[in-house]
């Protein structure tokens, strides 16, 4: 295994984890452009593009790009955030420079007309998809309600509205303020010719214009409160909350996401007692989310409307104790087993590998190997896990419940 | 790249468990899937819901184990775990580092022979069924494959294993008890490892575990007719979910992967046709697939997609034509792109033991023995386009179930049946 960069003159970062050993060869273009950079007018021009960037090319029609991605066998897509768009795809190794040379192709799309009023329509469909999902909309209305005015509280997905309005003219403003050459990182990991790979992303990308790209990080002035989103439709209640929580580059990132995982853990955590192996409620967890300068944990319970009123109660309840007593040393020891254990499995995926390069690149943190990580969570303690614990109180947050109940109130 | 020669090892004791191994040896970690004979196609008629139950409850206490003690022994082992019943079987599968998978394996020994069913924890078990019950009301895409599924094949293998809030609720202890006595057993019973593995040591200690657990004679479920034809659940929703059932061939068939290969062409990749027609050019929805599915003897074509109530007639047309223009064939080109992502999916599973280990268990239970990655090459390597299209000419795709689910039903204008084709 061994870990190389590279940068080419005009700024694009070039990072891979080789492993001769590997079967798959991964790839990823990492963006530095989500719904944290949109103005409000153009809400959902990330994800938008994201989907344009596969509608072809001044070389490639929308179908040739799709066959191409066939005839490779690849396993490909791509996701939009709050702070990154990540086009990935996982090839056999003698693929390497054909999907090399794809991708580098794509990051420079036509933007058809035609193409971005017929997908449009798509993006609205899965907006509408979305809508008919639980919580119903009710993850970007406790995302809006934590951040007030901040931009993390825009929806990666935008609006039927937003999107509607949306202009192919905006969309490549946005794109040529975005997709600097110095905003993007090629990511690979697994069985890669690293030097090929330089070469092939030189000739492809080596004239791309760079530009200046702006980003405000700055930190938000999170919310607090109480909320309803009524939905009679929906048979189940459920419950999100959101409190503060590190951000990306703290150093307090791994405590909290240890503290978290003995929180709301989907099995043996505190929560898991307290909620589902009582079977008072269909699923309940706590998630960490960190992002530039800001972080968050998610909080959520879905359980039938009946027992939500008494579910609140329970959970400030769990949330008191835990902020007051902390954690134990068993606790903390089977957690870190779980985490390591974890860590173990999900290194064996090429895939996985390439997300971890590139996402380490996004936050602006230097390269950890997978058994840096884990020395870094065996090392954690009791004192420092409840220092977090103390810090980031989950009392203060801002509370969404959705589905049939208009009538339930905070714990007090 | 090309596949690892794999060595697939398999043991049957004489009580007639079934250990099979497959050694992964650049892996660090190594995954097991149990099969239990107690799907829900054996809960009587009325208690269905009660394989999905008694999975529960003896999760609740095994051997020297308590609910409690169990998680934590499993957390203690770094065990990344699941369980759920299906319709033939119930299964208890994990990953873990290999050095843990002998414990890991002593837990669910436990589990599945020596449970407590503690009567103060039964209403518990109860509830976090009935939370079931209601999750699923709330997947609309979900409840409507389930009822497409329950109307295609009909009791008992049509059936959704979670039952009904009143099925689960008439559910007394002692007929947990029964349901487990008769149907946990080891005839019947499949275990596939894979991964970092030890065989000669895996097959000593497993046969420690189980061999000398006593048989027990098979149960037979009563069977009733399916229910073919069209059928709307009117629901207050933004989209209009779809799905769609035909016949076709079941996993073990001869001709299944010509089917397979006939399905890949429709839903495979970016440039299938359905993602194309139905997506690409006319951007009617955003997710809309197909695919094989299979009980032990039978199978169907399902497909599946959910889209504006204003445009989902208009997407269910689309789809149909798509579909009975199957019976003219597929291209060369479409083989050869099916043939390079069969290579690189198979290839791909080499990196997962948890995916390997479903995989055997699955193979052994459909085959009643293991299919290697080559063997799966080779067979989809050997297809051509002449007898995809023979067997698409004689079994083309028609007499369509129908299930919608939104504001408005549909109407299904063409069954396959007479019409000429479309292009």
């Known amino acids: 295994m061994e870990y190389r960069q590279h940068q080419l003159s005009n700024g694009l970062t070039i990072l891979a984890e080789c492993n001769p050993r590997a079967y798959m060869s991964a790839f990823g273009f990492f963006v530095k452009a989500g719904s944290r950079d949109e103005t409000l007018d153009i809400g959902g021009v990330s994800h938008f593009l994201e989907h344009m960037v596969f509608k072809g090319t001044p070389n490639r029609s929308a179908e040739q790009v799709n066959l191409e991605l066939d005839e490779m066998g690849s396993s490909s897509n791509a996701r939009t955030g709050e702070e990154s768009t990540i086009y990935h795809a996982a090839v056999l190794p003698e693929f390497q420079s054909q999907m090399v040379g794809l991708m580098t192709d794509l990051m420079r799309p036509s933007l058809r007309e035609a193409d971005f009023e017929t997908e449009k329509k798509v993006i609205i469909e899965e907006i509408m998809m979305y809508q008919d999902q639980p919580p119903y909309g009710g993850h970007e209305q406790i995302m809006a309600s934590f951040f007030g005015e901040h931009s993390l509280g825009q929806s990666v997905l935008g609006t039927v509205d937003t999107v509607t309005h949306l202009t192919s003219c905006q969309m490549r403003d946005y794109f040529h303020s975005r997709y600097s050459p110095g905003n993007i990182a090629f990511a690979a990991a697994g069985n890669v010719d690293f030097q090929q790979m330089v070469d092939d992303l030189e000739r492809a990308c080596g004239d791309w214009q760079p530009s200046q790209v702006n980003r405000t990080i700055e930190r938000a002035n999170y919310q607090t409160g109480f909320e309803c989103l009524p939905k009679s439709a929906s048979h189940q209640q459920y419950i999100l909350q959101l409190s503060p929580g590190p951000s990306a580059e703290s150093s307090e990132r791994y405590a909290s996401r240890v503290a978290t995982a003995i929180l709301g853990d989907d099995s043996g955590s505190r929560m898991y007692w307290e909620f589902l192996d009582s079977g008072v409620a269909e699923s309940a967890g706590a998630g960490s989310y960190e992002y530039l300068n800001n972080g968050l944990v998610l909080t959520y319970i879905c359980c039938s409307p009946d027992s939500a009123q008494d579910n609140l109660a329970r959970l400030s309840q769990l949330q008191d104790q835990f902020q007051e007593q902390g954690i134990t040393q068993k606790e903390l020891d089977l957690a870190k087993r779980k985490i390591a254990s974890h860590i173990v499995l999900s290194s064996e995926r090429t895939e996985s590998r390439m997300f971890s390069v590139g996402a380490q690149w996004l936050v602006d943190q230097p390269f950890k190997t997978v058994s840096e990580i884990a020395k870094i969570y065996d090392s954690i303690t009791l004192d420092q896990v409840n220092d977090v614990i103390r810090s980031y109180p989950k009392r203060t947050n801002t509370t969404l419940v959705v589905g049939p109940r208009t009538d339930l109130q905070p714990a007090p | ?423």
């Not at chain 2, 609720?169 to 499949?190: A, C, E, H, V």
């Not at chain 2, 459909?366 to 299919?371: A, I, K, L, P």
């Not at chain 2, 090459?377 to 050997?382: G, K, V």
Request: glycine fraction near 8%; charged fraction near 20%.
């Open chain 2, 1 to 423: 790249m090309t596949l690892q020669q794999q060595i697939i090892h398999s043991h049957s004791f004489e009580n007639g468990l079934v250990l099979i191994g497959q050694s992964m040896p650049w892996l660090e970690s190594a995954a097991f899937s149990f099969q239990v004979p107690a799907g829900c196609r054996y809960d009587p008629a009325d208690q269905i819901g009660i394989a999905n139950f008694v999975c529960e409850m003896v999760q609740r206490g095994a051997g020297n184990m308590d609910s409690r003690q169990y998680i934590e022994t499993l957390e203690g082992l770094g065990v990344d775990y699941s369980s759920s019943a299906s319709v033939y079987g119930t299964h208890y599968s994990g990953a873990s580092c290999s050095g843990q998978l002998h414990d890991a394996l002593s837990v669910f020994a436990d589990v599945i022979r020596r449970p407590h069913f503690p009567q103060e924890q039964l209403e518990d078990g109860r509830l976090v069924c009935y939370q079931e019950i209601a999750a699923i009301e709330d997947d609309l895409p979900q409840r409507t494959l389930i009822e497409l599924r329950n109307r295609y094949y009909g009791q008992p293998d049509g059936r959704d294993c979670h039952g009904t809030a009143a099925s689960v609720g008439s559910i007394q202890q002692t007929d947990l008890k029964d349901f487990y006595d008769r149907n946990y057993r080891p005839n019947g019973m499949i275990l596939g490892v894979a991964g970092k593995i030890d065989w000669p040591a895996l097959k000593e200690h497993v046969g420690n575990l189980f061999a000398d657990w006593p048989t027990k004679p098979e149960t037979v479920p009563g069977v009733l007719a399916a229910e073919h034809g069209t059928c709307h659940l009117p629901f207050d929703s933004q989209q209009t979910h779809i799905a769609i059932a035909y016949p076709g061939v079941c996993y073990s068939d001869p001709d299944y992967y010509k089917q397979a290969g006939s399905v890949s062409v429709l839903s495979g990749g970016m440039s299938s046709r359905l993602f194309s027609e139905v997506r690409e050019k006319r951007g009617l929805c955003y997710s809309v697939f197909a695919s094989n599915h299979s009980v032990f003897d039978r199978g169907c074509v399902v497909c599946y997609c959910g889209t504006s109530a204003e445009r989902a007639q208009e997407s269910l047309d689309v789809i149909i034509e798509q579909l009975i223009d199957l019976k003219l064939g597929i291209t060369e080109d479409e083989l050869r792109r099916l043939k390079v992502q069969v290579r690189s999916d198979l290839i791909m599973q080499q990196e997962s033991c948890r995916a390997r280990a479903g995989s055997i268990t699955g193979d052994w239970f459909h085959f009643g023995r293991v299919r290697t990655l080559d063997e799966i090459n080779s067979n989809i390597s050997a297809l051509t386009v002449s007898e995809i299209n023979r067997f698409l000419e004689q079994n083309p795709p028609q007499k369509f179930d129908l299930v919608t689910l939104g504001s408005q039903p549909l109407e299904k204008k063409n069954d396959g049946i007479s019409s000429t084709p479309t292009k």
